[in-house]
């Protein structure tokens, strides 16, 4: 099935044994990707469940339910400081293809962006292609952004690290042996790094500083670094 286009779609769109496309949708497999009636695509809700779909005009028939295993076995949340500029579209994409479960865009001290709620739109559509491109059977959940200090309270349980450019912190990839299933927090910094108070305030949060290598990485490349480190961890 790995020839076959992917669409994601809203659970309301689901009607009995057809799938009611929506004018978007129909625009892009006809005049896009250039289908025909009777044409056979996936659709995916984003939440774990894909099918075989026929198209049939505005609508497709819902052939069967397919088994889609491409997930992580570690549920990641990526916490990251926004960076500047368009740098958090290319993270979004890049870390849905590399497996993340849940981003967390936060407000650092050094944060130069203070994002729209069109941006958050956008953001959720990037991600949602992207895990229609990487063959995902979830989409991220991308949060509304809060403050760092905030979001430090909200994940209690999760085994969690936070990447430091300097200090003398173990490796990353030196502390995800025999994590087993589980859920991971990883946090990234901004332009400049995160503050000595926010590492304090971090490690007091139960955080773990860690390292990512002995070159200073950029905000946008960090995170794309650590996933790709987890997933290589989870999968090898």
Not at 7 to 14: G, M, V
Not at 59 to 84: C, D, F
Request: proline residues 5%.
């Amino acid at each position: 099935m790995a020839q076959l286009q992917r669409i994601a779609i809203a659970l309301d769109q689901l009607q009995q044994n057809q799938i009611l496309l929506t004018p978007e949708q129909q625009h892009y497999l006809n005049r896009v990707l250039r289908l025909q009636k009777g044409d056979r695509f996936i659709a995916m809700d984003g939440m774990g469940k894909s099918w075989l779909a026929q198209l049939q005009g505005e609508e497709a028939q819902i052939l069967e339910l397919l088994t889609v295993e491409t997930e992580l076995s570690v549920s990641i949340t990526l916490m990251i400081a926004l960076p500047k500029g368009n740098g958090f579209d290319e993270v979004v994409r890049c870390c849905t293809e590399l497996g993340v479960a849940c981003i967390a865009p936060v407000l650092s001290d050094r944060t130069l962006l203070n994002p729209s709620p069109q941006k958050l739109e956008r953001w959720r559509r990037i991600a949602s292609e992207a895990a229609e491109q990487s063959e995902r059977s979830f989409v991220p959940t991308i949060l509304e952004p809060i403050s760092f200090n905030a979001a430090l309270s909200s994940f209690a349980t999760q085994q969690k690290y936070i990447c430091e450019g300097r200090g003398n912190y173990p490796h990353l990839k030196n502390c995800l042996h025999n994590q087993g299933e589980m859920s991971i927090v990883i946090a990234t910094g901004p332009e400049g790094g995160w503050t000595e108070k926010e590492i304090d305030n971090a490690i007091q949060a139960g955080f773990q500083p860690v390292s990512l290598g002995r070159r200073i990485l950029r905000a946008v490349t960090a995170p794309i670094v650590a996933l790709s480190l987890i997933s290589a961890a989870c999968e090898l």
